[in-house]
């Protein structure tokens, strides 16, 4: 079921006397942050913990890199990162489990996270923390996907235009899209492997996902899309033998141990879509195009490509022109093709295990 977006409020909140010297205090910001809470952030925030993949992307996409001290761990796995936005090289690589003592003494006036397990600390320590998901708390995940983007140019006017532009782009693209493709509700069930972490096959997200958004657009179905909580379930051998999907894309920074985890099962090797050559690559480029970024037009329309062949898709010029255009990057046609398949600049696995 569909709900409307929340609303975030900008609202500078009047500079108050301190009772001492009659010096004015600093003037912040409200936002209402993915999970509903209100946050008050500094005005003229400085130092931002960026602990989610896509806020780091979009952040950086919308010429606010300079804001970041660090961002979240597995992010720094990708050599992409480094290549595209040299600065990166810079930011501190943060776990969901850094301490608040750790986040002070780095100077952090924001943090930006996705998991909130260790939030509340957070907050105690008196540090501005703003939620960030990939999945939906309450529903589908259809206007959550520009929730980020709304929350940044809240926090950051300077990157509004920017995050206007990301919005009207990804929204024109699933218009194109469904135009061309219509809605057929296709019960081509895909499995979908979260390979951002090293945690198997068996790591899927739930119907309430962004993943099982973009299948929806490009008229197929999550297969896991009974599970409504994003990377909780974990499905097992006999599990996946009973969905028996029709495709399989993998994601992520590992997603090249993971192709030779499933050439190594009995179980998985022997799926239909295994046999039938339809197990797929998702490109990593900033981050695993699968998440909210930059890249949310390029992974829709290659999705929606992969799935309906009538669907026109150049995989090269749309890749070359995304990164020029939220990175100022030149792909080379070797980058486009390493890039498609997981790979380091180099054509290298990025994870050694």
């Not at 500094?42 to 952040?59: C, G």
């Not at 761990?73 to 290549?83: D, G, P, Q």
Request: aromatic content about 10%; some cysteine.
């Amino acid at each position: 079921m569909k709900r409307i977006s929340k609303l975030l409020v900008l609202s500078i909140i009047p500079a108050m006397l301190s009772g001492c010297g009659n010096q004015p205090q600093e003037e912040t910001i409200k936002v209402i942050d993915m999970e509903g809470a209100e946050v008050i952030v500094p005005k003229d925030v400085k130092h931002v913990a960026a602990i989610s993949q896509s806020a780091s992307d979009l952040m950086m996409a919308f010429g606010l890199g300079e804001k970041i001290t660090g961002t979240y761990r597995s992010f720094t796995y990708n050599t992409w990162v480094n290549e595209l936005y040299p600065q990166a090289a810079n930011f501190k690589a943060y776990s969901y489990s850094v301490t608040a003592e750790e986040l002070l003494n780095d100077g952090i006036d924001l943090v930006i996270i996705q998991d909130t397990e260790n939030a509340q600390s957070f907050k105690n320590a008196g540090l501005p923390v703003v939620a960030v998901h990939q999945y939906s708390p309450t529903g589908a995940f259809d206007d959550e996907v520009y929730e980020i983007a709304d929350i940044l140019s809240t926090i950051f006017p300077e990157a509004k235009d920017k995050a206007e532009a990301w919005k009207s782009e990804v929204k024109a693209t699933i218009n194109d899209i469904k135009e061309k493709i219509g809605t057929t509700n296709s019960e081509k069930a895909v499995y979908y492997v979260n390979g951002e972490k090293s945690k198997g096959l068996y790591y899927s997200d739930g119907g309430n996902s962004m993943i099982s958004r973009i299948y929806d657009v490009a008229n197929v179905r999550l297969a896991t899309e009974k599970y409504e909580v994003l990377n909780v379930h974990k499905v097992s051998d006999e599990e996946m033998i009973n969905l028996n999907p029709y495709a399989m894309m993998i994601g992520g920074s590992y997603q090249t141990n993971l192709f030779d985890s499933l050439t190594k099962s009995e179980v998985w090797s022997a799926l239909d879509c295994n046999k039938n050559n339809r197990v797929y690559h998702i490109p990593v480029c900033m981050q695993g195009i699968e998440n909210v970024g930059a890249e949310t037009s390029l992974m829709l329309k290659y999705t929606a490509n992969l799935f309906n062949p009538s669907y026109t898709f150049d995989l090269c010029s749309e890749m070359k022109a995304t990164i020029k255009k939220y990175f100022n990057y030149d792909l080379s046609d070797s980058d486009v093709e390493n890039m498609s398949k997981g790979l380091s600049k180099t054509g290298e696995n990025m994870i050694h295990e």
